[in-house]
């Protein structure tokens, strides 16, 4: 009984640890063609292995008990026989199943066109095929996301949330801007890794409006686990209102609390590093606010976007996510800290 226990308490362990990241969602759990297309051969290789391992599980037991007489009975042990089930079981099954599932595996393929695949393209060509909507850039660690439009005007830049509209393929280009980083939104595609110097390409559908949850694949340092992002696919005409709002340049603080704020954020450090469109805060190296206020979390989807957790984080980004290049800006306090916050959650 004890052992039976122990048994099953190791099994749900193993099933916890074995399913990786509790945040992003289950590969199963399909909201769009590729990823669906993934599914299905993961669904098939599933339940083909288990029927394989039942039928050898089921020869091994026969071989088991099967009577074979005493040893003064039996041949010798190099009489022959048997080769047929090494030609068969040992042979020809695994080719056949192993052929089946590289084919099955090559035919995948179509839903990640990355360089090479298509007659060994180059860049520029790939760049022109994939004609990119949307550019994700990894960070150590979090998500920068462009979108890119003919029209600069049209184009703007937010971090962390993807928002996608429903029923039509987006093309999608992954770079990173240090290390190598893994681009996976288990609900909508399969992973596509980030490499430095060579943009990778997705097309990426989300048929149903939903959120769904992804997390950096690659190991890619301290924080890499907590390098998540949230696709958000909407209706079309929703997403357009969201993009609409996106272009627009911050709002200008009317409350005098987030004026005051606004006034520490630009003659402060922030805007060395962080971008709000309509002020003179133009730093690249880190997440744009302009419209931070209208996403959910913060730190790469770490840490809900309230007052307490923008607080922590202005405060101690080191302790909250320990390695990040935000610094501990222990100078803001009090009603100094307070004003800063304010201004940044009026940024919708
Ligand atoms: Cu980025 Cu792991």
Redesign the pocket.
């Known amino acids: 009984m004890m052992v039976r226990r122990f048994m099953c308490g190791l099994f749900g362990l193993a099933i916890t640890l074995l399913s990786g990241c509790r945040y992003a969602d289950s590969t199963f759990n399909t909201h769009g063609p590729a990823a669906h297309n993934i599914a299905n051969l993961a669904w098939f290789m599933t339940i083909l292995f288990l029927i394989i391992i039942i039928v050898m599980w089921a020869l091994l037991a026969v071989a088991f008990y099967k009577r074979r007489g005493t040893l003064a009975e039996h041949e010798p042990i190099d009489a022959g026989g048997g080769q047929m089930w090494i030609a068969v079981g040992g042979i020809a099954i695994p080719l056949i199943v192993l052929t089946i599932l590289f084919v099955l595996g090559l035919g995948l393929l179509r839903d990640f066109p990355i360089h090479g695949v298509h007659g060994g393209m180059n860049q520029q060509q790939m760049a022109a095929m994939m004609k990119p909507e949307i550019r994700i850039i990894?960070h150590q660690?979090w998500w920068e996301i462009q979108y890119l439009n003919d029209d600069p005007s049209q184009s703007f830049t937010t971090a962390n949330e993807l928002h996608l509209p429903t029923g039509r393929p987006i093309n999608v280009e992954v770079e990173t801007a240090d290390v190598m980083?893994?681009f996976w939104v288990p609900s909508l595609h399969g992973k596509v890794d980030l490499i430095p110097g060579q943009p990778n390409y997705i097309r990426i559908e989300a048929s149903s409006p939903g959120e769904y949850k992804g997390q950096?694949a690659?190991?890619?340092g301290e924080q890499?686990a907590k390098?998540r992002i949230l696709a958000i696919a909407q209706e079309p005409d929703e997403y357009d209102a969201w993009r609409q709002a996106q272009l627009k340049d911050s709002i200008e603080p009317s409350e005098p609390a987030a004026k005051a704020g606004q006034q520490v954020f630009i003659s402060g450090p922030c805007s060395m590093c962080h971008t709000v469109r309509g002020t003179i805060a133009g730093g690249r190296v880190a997440p744009d606010l302009t419209h931070v206020g209208s996403r959910q979390m913060i730190a790469a989807n770490v840490y809900r976007n309230n007052d307490a957790y923008l607080e922590a984080w202005i405060t101690h980004a080191q302790s909250l996510k320990p390695g990040v290049k935000m610094p501990d800006m222990t100078q803001f306090n009090g009603v100094q800290l307070a004003d800063l916050v304010a201004y940044l959650r009026q940024l919708q």
């Open positions: 990894g660690w980083h893994s950096c690659e190991y890619c890499h390098m």
